[in-house]
């Protein structure tokens, strides 16, 4: 076997070690300590507070931010690859603004609010919709053009954010209030079936594209010499450009928007890894996994009882890392 | 089989309708050689080059490689047996081997993540014998534009076509990387028995190293044969619109053609 892929195997085990320590440390945070030591116990009395803060609140809770860590994370790196463009990242194809539109009109209709399914779901009704739009106004015309791809989604997402705006002014402060914080993003997400779709669909997203890891690589090349070596490049591009905005799709409807995951952590792995997509994709999705819960710990250890907007840290931690990433690898770093 | 007839083009017309079209184009290549595309400017070369691989939509006629129809062949198919090299070999971050292998993709099955010693084994073959072996792990970034050219000729041989389709190899390279890489050509040509069909802008090192020349001149062909056959200067004053002087070159007798500066033409 080659030096590479033993270098690959252990860049895995080691994103997979680490994401099982940032568990185990989520695990243990927060207002109910739960050491190591005594985490026998606690999983032997099924009665104590300590289990059900365990099982019911936490773990959920980490599972969630596995998917939508992992799925945003994961889409960003294959849109990087289709478009061969490095700043690309999920939200740019306007999948958020739809998802966001969405859910702002259910708030301000006040319709089956009741429901814990109907906000997700008019999220991600709305995040499909924007799909649809973006690729048959760009996809089925004559061929592929990704420039215009890539503008109109970005141009979808001016239209739908302006449209949140103008409900927003329509609306009382209240409602207001609830659209801005479902749009600020939480993983704070109390229905266990939500969580068991949202993860399921991110690990069957993840093996799908694993399949696709040598035609994104030959993308490297350019479109036209991916056609050379005998990959065709037009439904490639096209199931993963349908993968990954499903992928952000559930990651936007069942967490809000969380910015900066599909952009950085993708580009950090490329420096560390280097760009072939048979590593990249599922590093990747370990990486984006390990940040999530590590900031949605942050989120909700800092100012405790009160939870910081996931948001706020992915942006924060997820920004000055790029920076630092990318003033220490100089000019030695490019995509592709 | 036929050797004669090992690549033939019948009646092609290609192109998309209202652009640029290349017209009614037939012609015959045998197995082994090495052929020059020459023709000014927008005569069709490119279009010629995309025909054969399948970019653009044949419109009329069809292609045959050693008995089978390119058109019928799945992309896959048409990648292992013709390679292309384009003019710039634009690259990514990524190393001379994992460019190299690229060639093998392919062989390379659905399903199937890892290369198998075979790939690698082929890739070493064919940096050994383009010279770039200790380049190997080099960023293709830090090479050289003649390294590069060298690269994306030794990809395009893990690819192990019949056909080998290079368009412009030397334009932006020094006499020193010209030569290096028509020599190369040449010897493949010669000890692989590769097909190899060339765009190439200048003229006296498309007489020096080809086999046959083809001269293209407005989406048509005028002309098809060996370098003194088609270098002569009725013919390429009447396709490039200038006045030129042919030669023999004496050591290899191969055709020289010479251009004349308008200052001179006015003294004579």
């Known amino acids: ?336 | 089989m036929n050797m004669g007839k090992f690549f033939e083009i019948k009646e092609l017309s290609c192109g998309y309708p209202g652009h640029f079209i290349l017209n009614n184009v037939s012609l015959i290549i045998e197995r082994g050689q090495f052929v020059g595309i020459i023709g000014p400017n927008g005569s069709g070369k490119t279009t010629l080059f995309k025909g054969i691989s399948g970019e653009l939509p044949t419109l009329t006629g069809n292609l045959k490689l050693n008995g089978n129809y390119i058109q019928k062949m799945s992309l896959k198919e048409k990648a292992q047996n013709i390679a292309v090299v384009t003019q710039n070999v634009e690259v990514g971050n990524m190393t001379v081997e994992e460019y190299v292998l690229m060639g093998r993709i392919p062989y390379q099955r659905q399903f199937q993540f890892f290369e198998t010693s075979e790939d690698i084994a082929i890739a070493d073959k064919y940096m050994a014998l383009t010279g770039i072996s200790d380049l190997r792990d080099k960023n293709m970034n830090e090479l050289s534009g003649g390294e590069q050219q060298l690269a994306g000729i030794a990809r395009a041989l893990t690819q192990q076509p019949q056909l080998l389709l290079l368009d412009e190899p030397t334009s932006h390279l020094d006499i020193t990387h010209q030569v290096q890489i028509l020599n190369l050509i040449r010897r493949l040509s010669e000890n692989l028995g590769l097909t190899v069909l060339m765009i190439i802008h200048d003229l006296n090192l498309a007489g020096e190293y080809c086999d046959s020349l083809i001269m293209l001149q407005k989406g048509n062909l005028r002309k098809m044969g060996t370098p003194h056959d088609v270098l002569n200067y009725q013919d390429i004053e009447a396709v490039y619109d200038t006045v030129v002087i042919t030669r023999t070159n004496p050591v290899s007798g191969k055709p020289v053609v010479f251009l004349v500066s308008e200052k001179t033409m006015k003294k004579v």
């Open chain 1, 1 to 336: 076997m080659q030096k590479k892929y033993i270098k690959w195997l252990l860049f895995v085990l080691a994103l997979m070690s680490v994401l099982l320590l940032v568990v185990f440390v989520s695990l243990a945070s927060g207002e109910v300590k739960i050491t190591f030591k005594n985490l026998p116990d606690v999983l032997a009395d099924k009665n104590s507070i300590e289990y059900t803060v365990l099982t019911k609140i936490r773990f959920p809770r980490i599972v969630l931010a596995i998917a939508v860590g992992g799925a945003l994370s994961l889409s960003g790196a294959i849109l990087q690859g289709i478009y061969r463009n490095p700043l690309v990242e999920p939200y740019t194809l306007g999948i958020s603004g739809g998802a966001a539109l969405g859910v702002a009109i259910v708030l301000v209709a006040g319709i089956g609010l009741q429901s814990y399914f109907m906000l997700p779901l008019s999220g991600f009704i709305g995040a499909l919709i924007t799909l649809f739009l973006v690729y048959t106004l760009s996809v089925r015309r004559a061929g592929l053009s990704m420039n215009s791809m890539l503008l109109i989604g970005v141009m979808v997402s001016f239209v739908a954010s302006s449209a949140m705006m103008f409900l927003m002014s329509l609306s009382t402060s209240e409602t207001i209030h609830n659209i801005v914080f479902w749009v600020m993003g939480s993983l704070d997400e109390p229905n266990s079936i939500l969580i068991k779709i949202a993860f399921w669909s991110t690990m069957g997203a993840l093996f799908i594209s694993i399949f696709f890891a040598r035609p994104l690589n030959a993308l490297r090349l350019g479109e036209v010499k991916a056609r050379h070596l005998g990959i065709d490049t037009g439904t490639t591009i096209k199931i993963l450009f349908v993968l990954s905005s499903l992928l952000t799709g559930i990651a936007v409807s069942v967490a809000g928007v969380i910015g900066f995951v599909g952009l950085v952590i993708p580009h950090i792995i490329r420096v560390i890894i280097g760009n072939d997509y048979r590593v990249l994709l599922l590093g990747s999705f370990l990486g984006g996994a390990i940040f999530l819960v590590l900031s949605d710990t942050l989120a909700r250890t800092i100012i405790a009882p009160n939870e910081l907007p996931i948001g706020v840290i992915t942006g924060l931690a997820g920004g000055l890392m790029f920076i630092v990433v990318l003033s220490r690898s100089g000019s030695k770093y490019k995509m592709k």
